[in-house]
Every structure is written in structure tokens, then in C-alpha cells.
């Protein structure tokens, strides 16, 4: 097969491909708030931004909102500039370079010796751009990037933006607004901090003008598998040489061609925590030219042997029951915001296998490409979640939208073994009637892409009985706090009521039903008896009594999972929307 998208599979240096990386201090640049597009208007993109009076620097990868004193950069609103400079050596004339990002939030316009290379919508997901033809050999070579953290109901996620247009009023004979002219709010419709700016890693990407753009394996636990290879360029199914190795690297299969279907004996399947070991194959698929016994390109894919299924009220895995215990996370940080971070990534992981979790949800974005890697490594099962957290409209442009972040996410992640459900949103508005419309043509796209995983949306402020898009679920997930915000206080009501409202979906829908959020805040240190909202005791006596009702929905067969929220603490904005919420 060969495509004209450029490389789909995840970087990779070894023997024939190579790798620069673009991390480090890049000059920044920041416009006024919702500025009129001042830099694009003016050809910033050409100009030395480090000779401009505001200019500062700015670690890539990272947010830059918590990365000084300033409150106007922490909670700006618009355009940013990134700029760095790199030399290409005379070694690598002929090759086909492309930039990479992992992540930029949310908008990014890309520039490469002042000529755009393209633009990229949404945050949390890996773009690339090819750069060859731009590429001066010997001789500086300028990126910059325009990023826009701009938030509407156009957006995903979407986000409330309104001028405050008070009315005048005669002060002493002058005319006087309440807010100072121009002033604005710009607040998502999620409860968590906006963080924005390069948030991953930035790579410049050296490959052979033939290489390898994409490889997709389908390997079930009993041993049967498929597998297609996608090109840059035509070529013959005898330039492509395939060979699998199992765990301990012993050649186990190999062939020639585009794509083969095969079956292994005595295959070790992948497993999650708690079940057996997350046994990692590899694919290695090699491209080259018979007749001068020419290597062209290599790239070595880790997969695993799993099947996932599910019935009425069960998720299976490799055929047996899987119970989800896990949580809801974040992966912001102090000072980084959401940038990643090996060295967080690695605690958080280690703190869930510590206190005995089998599986999280990316609450409530896609999360690195390296840390699916390593679930994979660790057999920690994921929910992975698109960007579309609190959707409240429906129009086809937000579903087109949609739609296209959904692709990009199960592209990067179709290989991930560790990645066992795609769900499509958090708590959207979809006891919406127009919502149905709207999720129908995002389930079906999703089987279009991947038939081999369940598909969820994960329900809050919608019940089982006005809910408009259950049914079409593969798996439903439901965010239920009982005890905070339903029925605060009423700690002995808890156990019936959660039981009594899970019921009510496994019944109606017959799903496998994961609670996906419970629990309660609580401040460190804040004691009292009896407890009270906010004190430890407090939500140590709601998190009981919640697994009170875990314990005999689990026993009738009407759970499958619980996550608790939240894994650890995060950041969030400041709004009068945010002070219900508490």
C-alpha cells in the first residue's frame, strides 16, 4: 500500500532512522490578549523574534502559563510565538525531513524559514509536517510556531467567550463601565486549567525518501494475527520482509509482502495487572532492494496478543471477566502545567501499581505517546479518551471536528495493547435530542476504524432515563457522586442510592456499566468527628460507603469497573462557575 499522509507510527532512531531533537529554551513571544491577530498580520513568522522588547524564553516541552510571577501570562487569552534555530549537517542531503510535535494547545500555525508548512487543530495530539524542500543544508534554519489557546462553542473542547458589554453610568459627569473596555472572559466548560503552548516534545525527523509511513497489526490472544504495511512509495511485495519476535527475542515468524495473516502456537498473551504478564511482541519490518541486497528503511513495532470483548454486563479480556480498578487522572504538574514530564509520568505510574490499580481513564484528553508505551510495558489497561470534555453543542462542524480527533487518536494508538476502549466524550449534554445524530456518526466511524475494541461515552449530568445515546454504546460509563455533589451530606443514603441508579442503566441498556468518578474533595489536614464535607473523615466515609454498593452491584453481575476521581490533585481555573462546583 502506499499513501501520500505522512509517517503515522510513532518516531523511532535505530540503525537507518534518525531523530533531532528540538527541545530545549525556544525564544517566546507573547501578544496583548485576544489581540487581532497582530503577529500574522505582520509577518512575525519572518522577523528575529528574539529582538522584540518582550521577548523572553520558554522550555519545550511545557505550558508556559506557570512559569513566572506574571498573572497575565498564567490566564492569556490568544496568540503566543515559539521560535528556534537548528543547522542541517551536509550528512544528511537527500533525505526527507519532516517536524514533528507531539502536542500543541490548541491552535498552531508552523513556520519554517518563514514559510508556512501547515496548521494543526486541537491539543494532545502528535502532527508532522515535511519540510525538505525548505531545508537549507549547512545553514540556520528557523522554526516558529503561532500557538492560540482560544476557546468556543466551535472549539474541542468547547469553552464560553464573551465580551462584558455593562451598561454606562454617569459618575460625577463622566460616562463609567464596570469593566475596562475591551474586557472579556473566556471560560471552558470543563473543570480544569486551560494549560497551553508546545506541551510535548518537537522532533525534526530524518528518513529515506522510500520508508516505512504506517503498520497495522491486529493480534489476537489465542494466536491469530494480520498485519498491513503502508509505504511512501510503490513497491514490490518483495521489498517488504516481515519478521516477528516473541518476548525473549527468538524469531518466531517471517514473510514478504504488504500485508499476511498468520496464527503462532503456544503464543504468550498480553494481560493486565493482576490477570498475568503483559507479554510484548515485535514486529519488525524491514523495506528494501532485493536485487543490491539494499537496506532502505527499518522500524520495529511492539504489540501484543490480546482480544478484548464484552457481554451484557462484562468486559473480557483474552476471554476471562476484567474488573477495572483504577482511577481518573490528570497529567498537569506544578510548573510544567501539561507538559510532559518522564520523571511525573514515572511516579504517577508507580503510585498506581503501588496502591493496586489495573487500569486508568485519560481523563479528559489523549495523554503522551510515551506513556502508552508504558502502560503497555506495565499492563496497565486505559480508557482512551478524546478531547471532547462537557459538550454542550451539536452543530456538524463540531462533529466533523470530532470525528477527525477521533482518527488522529486511534491512529496514534491503534498498537497499544494497554489501549482496551475508545470513549468518545466526558458527561456531554446528550439528553439533547440533536445529540443522537451527532454520537451516531461517531460511533460508526470509530467501528470503521478499529472493529476490535468496545466504544463508550462517559454520562454525568444525564440519567438513564433521558439519556439519548446509551443504546449505542458498546460499554457505558457513568460519573455518579453521590454524598458531594447529589445529596451532600447524607452519608447513609449513599449505598442505596448508587446501587439503585447503576441498576437503572444495566437494566434498561444491558451493558457492561463502569463507574468512571466518585468520591469527594478534601483538604490535607482538615480533621473532624463527626465528619464534615471537605474534612479526611468525610471522604473517607463517603468512599466506603461507595464500595459498599461496588461490593453488591459487582456480586449481581451490574458492574464492571470503578474508577475513583481523582488519582491526584490538579489545577483549575478561577470562575464563578468553578465555586459551584465545590
Not at 504538574?333 to 510532559?340: A, D, K, Q, S, T
Not at 435530542?433 to 460511533?443: C, I, M
Not at 466504544?455 to 458531594?484: H, K
Request: net charge negative; proline share 4%; hydrophobic share 35%.
Amino acid at each position: 500500500m502506499h499513501v501520500k499522509n505522512l509517517t503515522k507510527i510513532y518516531f523511532q532512531k535505530n540503525e537507518l532512522r534518525s531523530a533531532d531533537t528540538l527541545d530545549g529554551l525556544w525564544t517566546f513571544v507573547r501578544e496583548r490578549s485576544n489581540s487581532n491577530d497582530v503577529g500574522l498580520r505582520n509577518g512575525w513568522y519572518l522577523q528575529d523574534l528574539s529582538r522584540f522588547p518582550n521577548a523572553t524564553v520558554m522550555p519545550v516541552p511545557s505550558a508556559y502559563n506557570d512559569l513566572s510571577a506574571d498573572a497575565e501570562l498564567r490566564d492569556h487569552v490568544g496568540w503566543v510565538w515559539y521560535q528556534t534555530s537548528m543547522i542541517m549537517p551536509e550528512r544528511d542531503i537527500g533525505q526527507r525531513i519532516s517536524i514533528r510535535f507531539g502536542s500543541v494547545n490548541y491552535y498552531a500555525k508552523v513556520y519554517f524559514n518563514g514559510k508556512e508548512v501547515g496548521s494543526h487543530v486541537g491539543g494532545h495530539l502528535p502532527f508532522e509536517f515535511d519540510v525538505t524542500r525548505l531545508i537549507l543544508i549547512g545553514r540556520e534554519n528557523k522554526i516558529t510556531v503561532a500557538v492560540n489557546n482560544t476557546l468556543s462553542w466551535a472549539t474541542i473542547p468547547q469553552g464560553d467567550f464573551n465580551y462584558m458589554r455593562d451598561t454606562m453610568r454617569n459618575i460625577s459627569g463622566k460616562n463609567v463601565s464596570r469593566t475596562p473596555a475591551g474586557a472579556f472572559k473566556n471560560i471552558g466548560n470543563f473543570d480544569f486549567f486551560n494549560y497551553a503552548g508546545i506541551l510535548r516534545s518537537v522532533y525534526l525527523l530524518k528518513l529515506p525518501q522510500s520508508h516505512i509511513v504506517d503498520i497495522r497489526i491486529l493480534a489476537e490472544h489465542l494466536g491469530s494475527f494480520s498485519y498491513e504495511v503502508a509505504l511512501s512509495q510503490n513497491r514490490s511485495d518483495e521489498d517488504v520482509f516481515v519478521r516477528m519476535y516473541d518476548p525473549d527475542g527468538v524469531l518466531v515468524y517471517s514473510a514478504r509482502g504488504l500485508e499476511q495473516k498468520g496464527a503462532l502456537t503456544n503464543v504468550r498473551p498480553w494481560w493486565p495487572r493482576g490477570m498475568g504478564r503483559p507479554h510484548l511482541y515485535t514486529l519488525e519490518v524491514e523495506l528494501i532492494v532485493p536485487l543490491e541486497q539494499l537496506r532502505l528503511d527499518v522500524y520495529r513495532q511492539k504489540f501484543g496478543f490480546r482480544t478484548v470483548g464484552w457481554t451484557k454486563n462484562q468486559l473480557l479480556i483474552n476471554d476471562k471477566p476484567f474488573y477495572c480498578l483504577g482511577f481518573g487522572m490528570h497529567e498537569d504538574f506544578e510548573i510544567h502545567g501539561r507538559g510532559y514530564n518522564p520523571v511525573v509520568m514515572t511516579k504517577d505510574l508507580n503510585l498506581l501499581e503501588w496502591i493496586g490499580g489495573n487500569c486508568y481513564r485519560t481523563t479528559h484528553y489523549p495523554y503522551a505517546e510515551e506513556r502508552m508505551a508504558e502502560n503497555d510495558r506495565r499492563g496497565i489497561a486505559v480508557v482512551v479518551e478524546t478531547p471532547a470534555v462537557g459538550l454542550k453543542g451539536f452543530s456538524k462542524d463540531n462533529n466533523i471536528l470530532h470525528m477527525k480527533m477521533l482518527e488522529e487518536l486511534i491512529e496514534r494508538d491503534k498498537s497499544h495493547p494497554s489501549a482496551i476502549m475508545w470513549s468518545l466524550a466526558n458527561e456531554p449534554r446528550t439528553d439533547k435530542k440533536e445529540s443522537r445524530t451527532y454520537f451516531k456518526a461517531l460511533v460508526d466511524y470509530a467501528h470503521a476504524l478499529d472493529k476490535t475494541r468496545p466504544v463508550t461515552t462517559v454520562y454525568g449530568p444525564t440519567s438513564f432515563d433521558n439519556e439519548q445515546t446509551a443504546d449505542l454504546m458498546d460499554v457505558i460509563c457513568v460519573n455518579r457522586y453521590y454524598g458531594w455533589y447529589i445529596d451532600m451530606g447524607q452519608l447513609d443514603w449513599i449505598n442505596q442510592s448508587v446501587y439503585w441508579d447503576i441498576a437503572q442503566w444495566s437494566e434498561k441498556y444491558k451493558r457492561p456499566i463502569l463507574v468512571t468518578e466518585y468520591g469527594a474533595d478534601s483538604l490535607p489536614g482538615l480533621n473532624q468527628e463527626p465528619s464534615v464535607d471537605f474534612s479526611e473523615q468525610y471522604q473517607n466515609d463517603l468512599i466506603v460507603r461507595t464500595h459498599h454498593a461496588f461490593d453488591a452491584l459487582r456480586k449481581d453481575h451490574r458492574l464492571a469497573g470503578e474508577m475513583i476521581w481523582n488519582f491526584a490533585d490538579f489545577m483549575t481555573g478561577m470562575s464563578e462557575e468553578n465555586l459551584n462546583l465545590v
